[in-house]
């Protein structure tokens, strides 16, 4: 059916609640959820704006997939729309998510528990190293086929991959230097009359706040997540382990990669991990405080920037940025799969390891299977009596 006015607030409510509760895979499943309902089955929206919705989205900062839901129920019922399906898309996952963070982060977990636990977390390098080769042919795509073009794809991920490892939360600066960068070199090749200026985005600016504790502290490294992270799911990685592990001492690596496992095996947005960072932090407050953060952008970019949208995908610097900060994600996302495999701690993970490695690259099947195998082995190496058990 056509829509002839706003969508009703409790249909969008039931149907991005039941989209947030059956979204396991990540952003690709989000996005075949969302399209299936608002373009194939209600005719919602047509093709042509559920596509350009798509676009525009994934040209900010932060989780694209629940910006992507935020803007469809948007166009279908304005703010009201926007709060009440962003809401319902991101509960489901959230509340599982503490439920499980209160049950593998606990402090004396049983043996079985911690066998998942460990056995998922040894997946998780894996996944990271799947979600940078997915980004490759879209991120060399955007750049050209031109030989100067595809060096600077090269030098910006590599930037990215060592920044992953060495910088931690200075990671985004690395991102942002590349997508400047970028902007710079194209602007220089328009010549004079079409020079172009590029503001350095607010990440930037803001290192400072990095000083704050408790729960501020908290609150920055949600607010990074989820406003200042370019190319949203995996990149957040890197950024949380260096403050939530080595600087502010939440959490152990080892309960940083069951973090991550949750993150990807609950349904919903990849961004949840930080909810467990935040539980990890403060408890079930610090963890919903940490998702209102990490997802509050988002509600903003859409509500207050929405209509704008359109002049944001058309505007030469805002996609000449992105030519840049793409490669560094890329690269940033396969590089936090060093840090991530360092944190393994038995010497049976590392077989597990090379089975996911095995299982998704090689094979391409995918991350929610790889993770719920590799749990359910650990669990049987804890039973046999093997460490962590």
């Not at 795509?141 to 794809?153: I, N, P, Q, S, V």
């Not at 502010?248 to 609950?266: C, E, I, K, P």
């Not at 467990?276 to 970019?301: K, R, T």
């Not at 089975?355 to 690259?361: F, P």
Request: aromatic letters at 8%; proline letters at 6%.
């Amino acid at each position: 059916m056509e829509r002839t006015g706003p969508v009703r607030l409790r249909t969008i409510a039931l149907e991005w609640g039941r989209i947030g509760l059956l979204g396991f895979g990540g952003p690709p499943a989000h996005i075949l959820l969302l399209r299936r309902l608002c373009v194939d089955q209600r005719r919602w929206l047509s093709p042509q704006e559920f596509e350009d919705g798509t676009a525009a989205t994934n040209l900010l900062p932060g989780p694209a997939s629940t910006q992507l839901a935020i803007l469809t129920a948007w166009r279908l019922h304005g703010a009201a729309g926007a709060l009440v399906g962003g809401v319902c898309f991101i509960a489901p996952g959230l509340v599982l998510i503490l439920a499980l963070s209160a049950l593998f982060l606990a402090g004396d977990p049983p043996p079985w528990v911690l066998g998942a636990a460990a056995g998922a977390g040894a997946a998780v390098p894996a996944v990271a190293l799947q979600a940078a080769a997915a980004l490759v042919p879209g991120s060399l795509g955007r750049a050209g086929t031109a030989r100067a073009a595809r060096l600077r794809w090269a030098g910006y991920a590599l930037a990215g991959a060592v920044a992953a490892v060495l910088a931690g939360p200075w990671l985004v600066l690395v991102l942002v230097a590349a997508g400047l960068t970028e902007v710079a070199v194209r602007s220089r090749r328009s010549g004079p009359g079409g020079t172009r200026r590029a503001a350095l985005p607010v990440s930037a600016a803001l290192p400072a706040l990095g000083g704050l504790g408790g729960l501020g502290a908290l609150a920055w490294v949600a607010f990074k997540v989820g406003a200042l992270s370019y190319g949203g799911g995996f990149v957040i990685i890197p950024l949380m382990q260096a403050d939530a592990v080595h600087r502010y001492h939440w959490m152990t690596d080892g309960q940083f990669l069951n973090a991550v496992a949750l993150g990807q095996v609950t349904p919903g947005p990849v961004v949840h991990t930080v909810a467990a960072v935040g539980y990890a932090a403060a408890g079930v407050g610090g963890g919903l405080l940490a998702a209102a953060v990490a997802f509050g952008p988002s509600f903003l970019f859409v509500i207050l920037g929405g209509r704008h949208f359109d002049r944001l995908r058309a505007d030469t610097r805002v996609q000449d940025f992105l030519t840049g900060a793409g490669p560094a994600v890329t690269g940033a996302i396969a590089g936090s799969a060093l840090p991530l495999a360092a944190s393994l701690r038995y010497g049976w993970q590392w077989g597990l390891l090379a089975a996911a490695v095995l299982w998704l690259l090689a094979a391409r099947r995918g991350v929610v299977t790889a993770l719920v195998c590799a749990g359910g082995l650990g669990v049987l190496a804890a039973l046999a009596g093997l460490p962590p058990g």
